[in-house]
C-alpha cells in the first residue's frame, strides 16, 4: 500500500472545501489561493486547481471577472456567489461533525 497516494487522496477530498473557504472573505486569483494553500501546509498544484475552479463555477458556486494588470496578462478572480455561500455553510457544518466523528473514533484508546 502506497501511503503517499492515500495521503493525496485525503487532500483532494477536502480541496474543494478549502478553495471555497479561502474565498469566503474576499475575491482572490488563482495564484493568491494556490498561495494560501500552500501556506496552510495543503501541497497542490496549479494543474489540480484550474479544473476545480472551473468545476465550482459551472456548478453555479463561483463566479470571476477580469482585471487588467501592470505585471502581465489580466488575471481572472473569483468570488463565491450567493449559492455558494450556502454551499460552503452547509459544508462547515458537514466538515464539524465529520472531523467530531473521526476524532471520536481516532483517539479512542
Same mark, same amino acid.
Given at each position: ?54 468545476? =465550482?463555477?459551472?456548478?453555479?458556486? =463561483? ?47
Amino acid at each position: 500500500m502506497n501511503i503517499e497516494n492515500t495521503k493525496a487522496q485525503m487532500r483532494k477530498g477536502v480541496l474543494e472545501f478549502c478553495i471555497l473557504s479561502v474565498l469566503k472573505e474576499k475575491e482572490a486569483y488563482t495564484s493568491e489561493i494556490l498561495d494560501t494553500l500552500k501556506n496552510a501546509k495543503l501541497l497542490v498544484v496549479e494543474g489540480t486547481v484550474y479544473p476545480l475552479l472551473t468545476r =465550482l463555477k459551472n456548478d453555479g458556486l =463561483l463566479n470571476y471577472r477580469w482585471e487588467e494588470s501592470t505585471s502581465g496578462p489580466p488575471r481572472k478572480y473569483y468570488a463565491l456567489t450567493e449559492i455558494g455561500k450556502q454551499f460552503l455553510t452547509e459544508l462547515n457544518g458537514t466538515w464539524a461533525e465529520l472531523s467530531n466523528a473521526v476524532n471520536t473514533i481516532t483517539n479512542q484508546n
